[in-house]
């Protein structure tokens, strides 16, 4: 497993930028698959984005495409999520997630039960 840690949220009017970012700590964290979830308020937490082992290969959520950019940073080990044209929607706990199995993220990239990393998320509140 890996140590996960989040920083970059705060509040922000809507349809301004934000740039969340993920450090990690502990064994290989350029063999692990990354992604951003985030969770809402009474509602379940969702896929955002994700990024494989290289950075060759990102999915994103329909919400977020053309809107969000996820990046990582192998040799700061550390992975971001650039959120622009931010929507009151978007609010919610941001989480950062790691996956120790590259065949499990290559058909499972957003799903909850194919990470084993987290974060303890940061918030981001978008007011309209």
């Known amino acids: 497993q890996v140590r996960l840690v989040e920083s970059g949220g705060g509040l922000v009017q809507a349809g301004g930028s934000l740039r969340l970012s993920c450090a990690a700590s502990?064994?290989?964290?350029?063999?692990?698959?990354k992604a951003w979830f985030r969770q809402a308020p009474g509602k379940e937490r969702e896929f955002v984005a994700g990024?494989?082992?290289?950075?060759?290969?990102?999915y994103y959520a329909d919400s977020v495409k053309g809107r969000f950019t996820v990046s990582r940073d192998n040799a700061k080990n550390t992975v971001a999520l650039q959120m622009n044209n931010l929507k009151s929607e978007d609010t919610a706990v941001y989480y950062c997630?790691?996956?120790?199995?590259?065949?499990?993220?290559?058909?499972?990239?957003?799903?909850?039960?194919?990470?084993?990393?987290w974060g303890q998320g940061t918030q981001v509140t978008v007011s309209s």
């Open positions: 997630a790691a996956s120790a199995s590259r065949d499990q993220w290559s058909t499972g990239w957003k799903s909850l039960g194919t990470y084993d990393s």
């Open positions: 990024i494989s082992t290289t950075g060759g290969l990102t």
């Open positions: 502990g064994r290989a964290f350029w063999n692990y698959p």
